[in-house]
């Protein structure tokens, strides 16, 4: 059996209520993974072409305005 097979078996066998706690505990550890690349990926300057392209689209008055 796969460790992912043994997962889903486990999580087929949680209570409501553990099945929850879990699926909020999952949700939580995928965003912080998420928030971590994203400013990982921002110390790299793989987004600084996110403001050139934010300046081009102000300079050429396409954003808009809040």
Aim: charge should be negative; hydrophobic fraction near 35%.
């Amino acid at each position: 059996m796969t460790k992912e097979e043994e997962l889903e078996r486990a999580v087929a066998s949680l209570t409501a209520e553990e099945y929850d706690e879990f699926r909020r505990w999952f949700l939580e550890s995928d965003w912080e993974k998420w928030d971590k690349q994203i400013e990982e990926d921002s110390r790299a300057g793989k987004l600084n072409f996110l403001v050139t392209e934010a300046l081009e689209a102000k300079k050429e008055g396409k954003l808009l305005e809040p």
